[in-house]
């Protein structure tokens, strides 16, 4: 695989300014109210940084927590709404060992052992998965030509479609996005990417909704599905709230880079959506990835695979070969068996430990989800229909 120089998020500071909202009265605002219905509690006005893009954080940590009482304190919720309110929730130890992250200690579990929620195609749009190792061409215009059928894509020849690549730009532009599951794969508006996972969410990178470096909340966040150059098939939707836990916005942990945007729209009902999930017998998986990147043309799609990607889910990263390179951060990583599974295991987040990689030995890096992402996100859905 080329060795493709990868950073948290879009490239390039602006200056910077902070605003937040002028009245401190949640109950005013329905999205807040909302929020605290479900038991948050209002926090503080928000403190938003008003820069376009984002830059590599300076100051990420992979924290552990040293027992379960600092555990817990990492795991508290907390919400921002667009409108300017930041709200946190409180989750104890008995709840975080009910969902099965704790069950091993203050740190992982193993139980339950398989957790998956499954995706949805929308109507009447053809389905156009296909990581292929050499590419097809295709017609301007036209949808991308479906792939030779398989039994199962992820046992492709591994050290074949290694090689096949090595030392060359492994990434293949999607021309159609429109088709599934590149409709469900959009451009966050500073420069990351997300992948709806329900009717208004969408699931992305921690470092994408907030900033570690001036610990403020990024405001910048509408989303694109299927964005394609200038074209925006479905239009930009704007968001509603970014959630994420303490464990990114107080102690700055990289365990912690996942977050959810909730849309103002259900766009979703319209482009469909991806499932997630995972399993623990899965120690070694072939995946895709796919978003928007920064050192190609504005606003198009590039999507990559990488074989043999292995999962220990005593740790919360894993470290894959696909290649990257700032605005690719917030992508989903997906395993796909033929002719219709598909499941997003992990969300890419940054490079190597020095923020890039030079050698095919080193590699990017992305949090997989377990339990406890695994409920944190369906409960996430729940409260936010």
Request: glycine letters at 8%.
């Amino acid at each position: 695989m080329r060795a493709l120089r990868t950073v948290l998020g879009f490239s390039g500071l602006i200056a910077l300014s902070l605003s937040a909202v002028t009245t401190a009265n949640p109950n005013e605002d329905k999205i807040a109210r909302q929020l605290i219905k479900q038991g948050y509690v209002f926090k503080q006005p928000a403190k938003f940084s008003q820069r376009d893009s984002i830059g590599e954080p300076t100051r990420l940590n992979p924290v552990k927590p040293r027992d379960e009482k600092e555990f817990v304190e990492m795991n508290q919720l907390v919400a921002v709404t667009a409108s300017g309110y930041e709200l946190s929730k409180v989750i104890s130890a008995e709840e975080l060992r009910v969902i099965g992250k704790i069950a091993l200690g203050f740190e992982d579990a193993l139980d339950p052992k398989v957790g998956r929620i499954p995706g949805k195609e929308p109507a009447g749009t053809p389905s156009q998965d296909g990581i292929r190792i050499n590419p097809i061409p295709v017609p301007p215009g036209g949808r991308i030509p479906s792939p030779a059928p398989v039994p199962n894509f992820d046992e492709t020849d591994a050290e074949s479609a290694q090689e096949s690549v090595l030392g060359a730009d492994g990434r293949i532009q999607v021309t159609a996005t429109t088709g599934y599951p590149y409709s469900t794969i959009g451009r966050i508006e500073l420069g990351c990417s997300g992948t709806l996972i329900g009717p208004r969410h969408v699931l992305t990178a921690a470092h994408c909704i907030y900033d570690t470096d001036t610990d403020s909340w990024m405001s910048n966040l509408d989303f694109s599905p299927a964005q394609n150059g200038s074209t925006r098939p479905f239009g930009r939707i704007p968001w509603a709230i970014a959630l994420t836990k303490t464990g990114w916005t107080t102690f700055h942990s990289t365990d912690y880079d996942w977050a959810m945007i909730i849309l103002a729209e259900p766009v979703g009902n319209t482009t469909g959506w991806m499932g997630y999930g995972y399993n623990y017998a899965d120690t070694s998986m072939n995946l895709n990835l796919s978003g928007y990147p920064a050192d190609k043309s504005y606003g198009t799609e590039w999507r990559s695979y990488c074989t043999g990607v292995p999962f220990n889910y005593l740790f919360d990263k894993i470290n894959h070969t696909c290649d990257t390179y700032p605005g690719h951060s917030g992508s989903m990583m997906w395993k796909f068996i033929a002719p219709s599974y598909r499941s997003i295991r992990a969300v890419h987040t940054n490079g190597s430990p020095a923020g890039y990689y030079t050698t095919d030995s080193e590699r990017n890096r992305a949090t997989l989800i377990d339990s406890y992402v695994f409920n944190t996100l369906k409960r996430w859905k729940t409260e936010n229909p």
